[in-house]
C-alpha cells in the first residue's frame, strides 16, 4: 500500500511542478497564443505515446 501512495504522490508532485513552469514559465516562451499551437501542444503527447506503444507492440510481436 505504502508503494502505491508513493507512486501517488510522485505524480502529483510531478504534475505540481509542471504546472507551475507553465504558469510561469510559459508567458516567456517565443510562441504566439494560436489554436494552431494549442492543438500542438495537446496532440503532441499523445502522438508520441501512440508511437512509442506501436513501436514496443512491433517490438514484442517480433520475438
Known sequence: ???QA?????????SLGVSVLIKY???S???GATSVNAL???L???LILAIAFLWR???????
Open 1 to 3: 500500500m505504502s508503494t
Open 6 to 14: 508513493n507512486f501517488i504522490l510522485k505524480v502529483f508532485i510531478l
Open 25 to 27: 514559465g510559459g508567458p
Open 29 to 31: 516562451l517565443p510562441v
Open 40 to 42: 500542438i501542444a495537446v
Open 44 to 46: 503532441t503527447p499523445s
Open 57 to 63: 507492440i512491433g517490438k514484442y510481436r517480433s520475438l
